[in-house]
C-alpha cells in the first residue's frame, strides 16, 4: 500500500521533523491546551490509517482535499468515504469496481463540497462573509491609499513675498530698520544679554529694563540709561523714518542682520518657508528698546527735562506705528504693550511731575497720542497664515476644493507645534500615506476647513470691531462654537482651526484695555491743563470740551460717558468696570486674590467679557487720578 506524501515544509528539517510540525500545525486548540500534539484535523493521517487499497485511497484523497472545504470538513469527508467503501470491501467487492460505481470523481467532489457548505452554521457563514466584506474592504482601502498618495499640494501664493511686497520700491532714506539695526549694534547691554554675557552685580538685564522709579533695580536701570545716550539718539532718529522696513523671512535672516544675530543662518534667494515660520526677531529689541527710552524719560521727569520726557514719548509711538505696520496680529500686540509704556510714562509725569512739561509740550502729547497710540487689531496676516498652510496641506482642484495629501499628514502630526516640514523623514510619510484615507474621513475638505474659517474669523471680526458696550452680553463666538463642539471628532475634524484661531477673549481685552487706558491719559492732560488756567479742577468732564477734548470719551462697559468726581479735593476719571455698577471710583480692593487675577494694575484692569460672566470682582476701572 502506498499513502500519499507528506507536504514538503523546509529542506533543513529531518523527517521526524517534518512529520511533527505537520501535526501541530493541523492540531485542534482543544488538544493544544490539554498538551497533546495530535495532528486529528490531518485527513491524511486519517486516510493513510484506514489502510485502503491504493486506487480507493487515491479517490478519497481527492475528494477530501477538494478546495472549499475547513479541516473539520475534510476530516470528515474522508471518514464517510472510507466508511463508505470499506462498507463495500468488507461486502467482498472489487476496489477498481468499487471506484468504478462511484463515478465521476470531480463532479462527485463538488456535490460533496456544495453539500458541506449548505450545512454550515448561521454563525460561521455570517463570520464567512464578515472576512470577504473585510477582504473588499482591504482592497478598497488600498486602492484608495494610492489615489490619495497622488495627490500634492500646490504652492500657488508665496504668502511672505506677499507680506513683504509693500516694502518693494520704497526708497532706502525712508526705511526704519536699517537705522534700528545701528542703534541694536550700538547696545552692547542688549547683545551681551541675547549672548548670555549680561554682567551687572545689581540686577539682570530683564530686572533693570523694567525697573521703577524706587524699585531695589532703579539704579541699575540709571546706570543703564546713561551707557546707551548714543543707543537713545539713534533710537528717536529711526523712529522718524516713513516706513519700518524689516523683511520678514523664515528661512534665515538677511546677510546685513546676521551681525545682528549671528546664530541665525543667512538667507539667500527667494523665500518658500510657510508664513507661520516666520521670523519676527525684530519684535523683542523694539519692545526692549521701548522700555529703554521709558526709564530715559523717567530720568528725565525727575530731572526737570520736559524736552526729553515729550521727546521719548513719542519715539516709543513712533516705534509703535512701525512695529504694527505688518499686518500680522503678534505685531499688534506688541505695539499695543509698548502704548502702554508711553501711556505710563505720561501718567507718571502729570501725578508725579506735571510742572516739568508746558503747555505747548502737553498739547503736543495729546495730539500725538490720539494719533498713534490706538492700534487697530488686523487681521491679515492670520488670514495669510491660514490660507498658506491650507495650500500646503490639500490638493487643489481649481474649484476651492480638494482632498489632504500625504505631506498634510505630516503637518497634521505636529499642529500643535505649527513646525512640520515638506520633508520629513521617511517612516512618518509612508505611516502618513497609510493614514490617507481614514484622514479624508475624519478632517473637513478644503472648502469645508475655508468655510468654518471664515465664519468664525468673519463672526471674531465683527465682535472686536464693535465697542464693548455693545457686545460685552454677546456670547464669544469662538467660546460657543467651543461649547457647542467640544467632541473629539469635531476637533479632529477642524484641528488646524482649533490652533490657529485667535482667542477673542485676549484680543478684546487688549484692544478695550488700550483705548481705555488712551482716554485715561487724554484726560488727565486736559485735567492739568486746565488746572493751570483755572487754579482748580472742573465740576465736570464737560468743561473740558471742546477746547481741551473733542468730546467725553465714552465708558467702554456702558456706552455712557466717564464718570468723574472729586474725592479729598483731587479728580478721579472712572469707567464703572466689568461689574457695570458705580463704586465712586473706588478701584478693586488691594487683596491677595485680587491681586493674582488683576497683578499690579488695580487702578486699570478691563477684564471683559469673560469676568463680566463669572462674578466680575467689585470695583472701579480708574483711568485718571490726580494725586495731591
Not at 67 to 76: A, C, K
Not at 112 to 124: E, H, T
Not at 179 to 202: I, P, Q, T, V
Request: charged residues 25%; hydrophobic residues 40%; glycine residues 6%.
Amino acid at each position: 500500500m502506498t499513502t500519499t506524501a507528506p507536504t514538503p515544509d523546509t529542506d533543513t528539517l529531518t523527517a521526524d521533523e517534518r512529520t511533527f510540525l505537520q501535526r501541530l500545525r493541523r492540531t485542534p486548540l482543544r488538544d493544544l491546551l490539554r498538551g497533546r500534539v495530535s495532528g486529528a484535523l490531518d485527513y491524511r493521517q486519517v486516510i493513510d490509517a484506514a489502510d485502503l487499497p491504493d486506487s480507493v485511497a487515491a479517490v478519497i484523497h481527492r475528494v477530501a482535499g477538494r478546495r472549499g472545504l475547513t479541516r473539520w470538513e475534510r476530516v470528515d469527508v474522508a471518514r464517510e468515504l472510507i466508511a463508505h467503501f470499506a462498507d463495500g470491501l468488507d461486502a467482498g467487492a472489487d476496489p477498481d469496481e468499487l471506484v468504478a460505481v462511484f463515478g465521476d470523481v470531480d463532479a462527485a467532489a463538488k456535490l460533496i463540497v456544495r453539500a458541506k457548505r449548505r450545512g454550515r452554521s448561521w454563525p460561521y457563514k455570517l463570520i464567512a462573509r464578515g472576512a470577504q466584506a473585510f477582504g473588499v474592504l482591504v482592497l478598497l482601502y488600498i486602492v484608495a491609499i494610492g489615489y490619495y498618495a497622488m495627490g500634492e499640494p500646490k504652492i500657488a501664493v508665496n504668502y511672505v513675498a506677499k507680506l513683504n511686497a509693500p516694502l518693494q520700491g520704497v526708497p532706502a532714506d525712508q526705511l526704519a530698520w536699517p537705522e534700528y539695526r545701528k542703534a541694536f549694534l550700538a547696545w552692547s547691554d542688549y547683545r551681551d544679554a541675547e549672548a548670555g554675557k549680561y554682567d551687572d552685580s545689581n540686577a539682570t538685564f530683564d530686572q533693570a529694563l523694567s525697573a521703577k522709579p524706587g524699585d531695589e533695580h532703579w539704579d541699575a536701570a540709571m546706570a543703564m540709561v546713561e551707557r546707551n545716550a548714543r543707543v537713545i539718539e539713534l533710537l528717536r532718529h529711526a523712529s522718524t523714518r516713513d516706513r519700518y522696513g524689516y523683511v520678514m523671512r523664515g528661512d534665515g535672516v538677511s546677510p546685513e542682520d546676521h551681525e545682528l544675530w549671528p546664530d541665525k543662518d543667512v538667507a539667500t534667494g527667494e523665500d518658500h518657508s510657510m508664513l507661520i515660520e516666520v521670523l519676527l526677531n525684530d519684535i523683542m529689541p523694539m519692545r526692549n528698546a521701548s522700555n529703554l527710552l521709558r526709564l530715559d524719560a523717567l530720568r528725565a521727569a525727575r530731572a526737570g527735562d520736559g524736552r526729553t520726557v515729550a521727546l521719548d514719548v513719542e519715539t516709543i509711538l513712533n516705534m509703535v506705528r512701525h512695529v504694527s505696520e505688518p499686518s500680522i496680529l503678534i505685531c499688534d500686540l506688541v505695539g499695543m504693550a509698548m502704548c502702554d509704556q508711553a501711556l505710563g510714562v505720561v501718567s507718571d509725569t502729570l501725578q508725579r511731575t506735571p510742572e516739568v512739561l508746558s503747555d505747548d509740550q502737553l498739547r503736543r502729547l495729546a495730539h500725538v497720542i490720539s494719533d498713534r497710540a490706538r492700534v487697530e487689531i488686523d487681521m491679515t496676516g492670520e488670514r495669510m497664515m491660514f490660507y498658506d498652510i491650507i495650500q500646503r496641506m490639500y490638493t487643489d482642484n481649481g474649484h476651492g476644493d480638494g482632498h489632504l495629501t500625504p505631506k498634510a499628514m505630516q503637518m497634521m502630526a505636529l499642529v500643535d507645534a505649527l513646525g512640520a516640514t515638506q520633508d520629513g523623514p521617511r517612516g512618518p510619510y509612508i505611516t502618513a500615506t497609510a493614514a490617507m484615507p481614514l484622514a479624508n474621513m475624519v478632517v473637513a475638505s478644503r472648502r469645508d476647513m475655508v468655510d468654518k474659517y471664515e465664519q468664525l474669523m468673519g463672526q471674531t471680526e465683527s465682535m472686536i470691531r464693535r465697542p464693548l458696550w455693545e457686545t460685552i452680553d454677546d456670547a464669544d463666538p469662538i467660546d460657543a462654537y467651543v461649547d457647542a463642539n467640544h467632541s473629539t471628532l469635531e476637533r479632529a475634524r477642524y484641528a488646524l482651526i482649533w490652533v490657529l484661531i485667535p482667542a477673542l477673549s485676549v484680543l478684546d481685552r487688549a484692544e478695550e484695555t488700550a483705548i481705555g487706558r488712551t482716554d485715561g491719559v487724554l484726560v488727565g492732560i486736559a485735567m492739568e491743563i486746565y488746572h493751570r488756567r483755572e487754579h482748580a479742577w472742573p465740576a465736570s468732564l464737560d468743561q473740558l470740551t471742546p477746547t481741551l477734548l473733542p468730546g467725553v470719551p465714552r465708558d467702554r462697559f456702558t456706552g455712557r460717558p466717564l464718570l468723574y468726581r472729586l474725592v479729598d479735593g483731587m479728580p478721579v476719571v472712572y469707567s464703572v468696570g466689568a461689574d457695570r455698577d458705580d463704586d465712586g471710583g473706588a478701584a478693586p480692593a488691594d487683596t491677595p486674590e485680587n491681586r493674582e487675577q488683576f497683578g499690579d494694575r488695580l487702578d486699570q484692569w478691563a477684564s471683559p467679557r469673560e469676568l463680566n460672566r463669572n462674578e466680575p470682582v467689585d470695583g472701579d476701572w480708574v483711568l485718571w487720578h490726580a494725586k495731591p
